[in-house]
């Protein structure tokens, strides 16, 4: 599985802004993915994640009400919406994705396919 994310850029505080991951390749066994992301200085942490076929979700408390995650089963492309974008979101922000089940969506390293980050900037 190739993971691409994309939608990156630099917004001011208040903005919103919708990242997009496109998955290639054995997609089929995709049983759910998340999103990543990682300040310049700082750990990479867990953002949001979504289990594709049940489409149940979770956020960290940080972007929970702010941002969505959601995913297109036909385009195999997941999504993440942010509205009123903060400066501490400032990182680079990385999809990934898993082929079963786990017992902790938060956890990267868990992840079994993990695509390069786009950076979202956001100015105060």
């Known amino acids: 599985v190739q993971l691409q994310a994309s939608g990156g850029g630099l917004v001011q505080a208040g903005d919103s802004l919708r990242l997009s991951c496109a998955a290639s390749?054995?997609?089929?066994?995709?049983?759910?993915m998340g999103w990543f992301r990682q300040a310049p200085g700082k750990e990479r942490e867990f953002v949001a994640a979504?289990?594709?076929?049940?489409?149940?979700?979770d956020y960290a408390d940080s972007v929970k009400g702010r941002f969505t995650i959601s995913r297109d089963n036909a385009r195999n492309t997941l999504y993440l919406q942010m509205n009123g974008l903060k400066p501490v979101d400032t990182a680079v922000y990385y999809c990934?994705?898993?082929?079963?089940?786990?017992?902790?969506?938060?956890?990267?390293?868990?992840?079994?396919?993990r695509g390069p980050g786009t950076l979202v900037t956001v100015s105060s």
């Open positions: 979504i289990r594709w076929s049940a489409m149940s979700t």
């Open positions: 990934a994705a898993v082929l079963g089940v786990r017992n902790d969506y938060r956890d990267y390293a868990l992840y079994d396919y």
């Open positions: 390749g054995r997609t089929f066994g995709i049983y759910a």
